[in-house]
């Protein structure tokens, strides 16, 4: 069987480089109704285009409408669903059963794919929206591989599953706890990330005297859970019933979604190359130590000791940087837009929309006017570098940290 790769598009930019690194699919929101508030997120209009343009490349769309909906949040939803509809997207992602059931009265012929927020976790209740008319159903987080294949033999609805990137510490994203500390909801797109935060014991008596619950020299984690990479374990997923492969971080930067995609992407090349003998590739796995990670985990799929928390480190690790895109390749000399500083010297890499890695150190950098420079330091300046490979519109360009 061959999977889909379905990457996220926090926006335009993202949406274009997650299609060109090989996803199949795309997942977006719009400014309405989905639970990344805080994205740039899409008008219509916006949705309109991204939907052309995947049909073009023979890809698809799918829409977010999956907030936990309030009584004044349904008199705008038939209308928005309509819009959705006309803008031609091919799905719609759905959690609340109100919201459900006004799409299947407003738009009865639009795919509906159930969210991950409705915390599908058995195979009864996999069958109980299918008989509400899903055509998918992502699963929930907290599913162990050996459940998941048991759905699979039990329902014959598309199932899809998260297999990168975070993870978050309540059960199936529905958590209150950024609306307590700070009023904004995350089951309405508001989340806060506050089990990120470093937090410390306070005794009643001494308010004003806080104490590490684990120290080091970074702080206190204790719900900071490591993220999610299943990329050596592609054909388990496939085998249990999968059929979409699903990349978590519509909040993060081009180059996750440009790193991370056509690192999955290879990996499942190679899978489906080599079903019987698949073995991830080392560059592949090496391509995901290149983009904002935190420490990686296997999440619930092997047990519930897979799925770890980070208690000692808060951040990200980044080791690499992005320093431009290449926006055209023309006889050994590479014309780019700058995305962040890099000096005269500096080694670089190309990351190529193929997955292909070219690593070189430019001889010479001259900017729009055809001048010697010895650095980057303006952002989105235009800027040229000798390179002897050849690198497609839209390769990044990274130096390490």
Known sequence: NKPELLAPAGNMEKCKIALRYGADAVYLGGKMF???AFANNFSIE????AAAYAHGLGKKVYVTVNIFAHNEDLARLPDYLLELQQAGVDALLISDLGVWNVARQ???EMPLHVSTQANTSNWAAVQAWKALGAERVVLARELSLEEIREIGARTDVELEAFVHGAMCISYSGRCLLSSYLTGRDGNRGAC???CRWEYSLIEKNRPDEGFDIEEDERGTYVMNSKDLCLIDHIPDLIEAGICSLKIEGRAKTFYYVASTTSAYRRAVNAYLDAPDAYMCPEDVLEELTRTSHRHY????YFGREGATQNTKHGGYIREWEVVGVVDEWREGTAFCTQRGKFLLGEALEALAPSGK???????????????AICATPHAMMRFSIPC??????GTILRRRA
């Open 34 to 36: 989905g639970l990344r």
């Open 46 to 49: 916006e949705i309109a285009e």
């Open 106 to 108: 407003t738009v009865p």
């Open 192 to 194: 806060a990330q506050a």
């Open 297 to 300: 985990s296997t999440g619930f």
């Open 357 to 371: 890695v070219v690593a070189f150190t430019p001889e010479w950098i001259q900017n729009e006017s055809g001048e």
């Open 388 to 393: 002897t490979a050849a690198l497609p519109e």
